[in-house]
């Protein structure tokens, strides 16, 4: 099986994630997430949090 990122589209092979070099049957690949997408991903998440609680903040006053 394949391991695509969802981002990127780079795959994961014993080298680690490198660009895809072939057109793999949709059933061969499983989707996630680099390392490098994967840490803007949660990167993003903790922004969009840390603003919706300081608005909730804002708001309690």
């Known amino acids: ?3 695509q990122c969802c981002v990127c589209k780079q795959v994961r092979n014993e080298k680690g994630w490198v660009p895809p070099d072939r057109q ?3 059933k061969d690949i499983s989707h996630g997430y680099c390392p490098e997408c994967a840490q803007r991903a949660f990167e993003a998440i903790r922004r969009y949090h840390a603003l919706k609680n300081a608005a909730k903040s804002v708001a309690a006053l």
């Open 1 to 3: 099986m394949i391991v």
């Open 24 to 26: 793999a049957s949709v």
